[in-house]
């Protein structure tokens, strides 16, 4: 072919991909649960990783206002964090650190607690600078913590797409559903993924989903989606203890197995989320979590 005429459709096939990418809404994934200790960070930071292999563009957003620890999972030590961004020194996309495969860290940091009492100048700016990832990105990832108290859950009430981790223990289930409970009476049109963590097999993994499921079907008449389970499995501690993603160091694994399901699934469903309001994508649900106009 003519080096002339291969520049010509180049230049075709990424005026499709811009053209894509504009009728796309980057999406977001809010991982929260009950109650804490589930497995969210590891899950968070796996599955970003495995969604960014599959060539997506992908941010996880560290928003645990107590103990954030994405970054230590990753091995890595992000310089800046949205602290930096509230008080006007650097950008959203200056703040970013580069993860493994391409998955890139948002630390909260110092942040998160001075979003409690952030000037209403400042959170514009904030809002602002948070939209411009709607071109950087297709999916952010945002590692809440546990909970249904205000801070945490008000991610939850602002995302369209909600990833509960539950785990087989009794305790966990009772609150993953007093979770559910509340998204189903405050947030209604999220969808709402059920992932069972520390099963001991496949069939603990689809009891504990069939058990939340059926309750919520009974009481609340709302279908739960199935996200998958991720077994028990040695190799998770042993990455957290080495500062390294099990995905990346146990990819034979059956953790690493289960989570490339779930990347499979999420990335599956991508044509789905293509709505046409301006309360999509990453600039509409900041707007949502800030209760600020577009
Ligand atoms: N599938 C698994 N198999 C074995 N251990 C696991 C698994 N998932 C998580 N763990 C262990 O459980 C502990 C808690 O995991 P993690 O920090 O990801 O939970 P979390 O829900 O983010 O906690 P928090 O609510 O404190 O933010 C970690 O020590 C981790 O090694
Ligand atoms: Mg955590």
């Known amino acids: 072919m003519a080096k002339d005429q291969a520049a010509a459709l180049r230049t075709i096939a990424a005026q499709r991909a811009s053209q894509r990418r504009r009728s ?25 990783i495995a969604l ?40 959203i996309k200056e703040i970013m650190a580069q993860g493994p495969a391409g998955l890139k860290l948002i630390a909260g940091g110092s942040g998160m607690t001075e979003l409690a009492d952030i000037s209403r100048y400042n959170l514009s700016n904030l809002v602002n600078s948070l939209q411009d990832l709607d071109d950087a990105l297709d999916i952010l990832l945002i590692d809440t913590g546990a909970g249904i ?10 995302g369209d797409e909600i990833l509960v981790v539950v785990t087989p223990d009794p305790t966990s289930l009772a609150d993953a ?12 049109s999220a969808s709402v993924r059920i992932v069972v963590n ?7 993994g689809q009891e504990v989903f069939t058990k939340l499921d059926g309750v919520a079907k009974r009481f609340l008449s709302r279908q739960l989606l199935w996200g998958g389970m991720v077994p028990r499995d040695a190799v998770v501690p042993r990455a957290v203890r080495a500062f390294q993603p099990f995905y990346l160091v146990y990819p034979r694994s059956q953790a690493a ?28 649900f900041f707007r949502r979590l800030f209760g600020v106009g577009k």
């Open 198 to 204: 520390m099963c001991e097999n496949q069939k603990q």
């Open 177 to 188: 559903y007093g979770l559910v409970k509340v998204l189903d009476r405050r947030n209604h």
């Open 149 to 158: 108290t205000s801070s945490v859950l008000s991610f939850a009430l602002a």
């Open 24 to 48: 796309e809404y980057s999406r977001v994934i809010v991982v929260t649960s009950g109650k804490g200790g589930v497995g969210k960070t590891n899950i968070s930071v796996n599955l970003g």
């Open 257 to 284: 197995a289960a989570i490339r399901q779930l990347a499979g699934q999420i990335t599956a469903e991508s044509g789905s989320y293509q709505k046409e309001t301006v309360s999509t994508g990453i600039g509409g």
């Open 52 to 91: 960014a292999e599959q060539g997506l563009r992908v941010a996880l957003m560290d928003a645990d206002m107590g103990l954030a620890n994405a970054d230590i999972l990753l091995g890595i030590n992000p310089p800046y964090n949205l602290a930096h961004v509230i008080n006007g020194e650097k950008t």
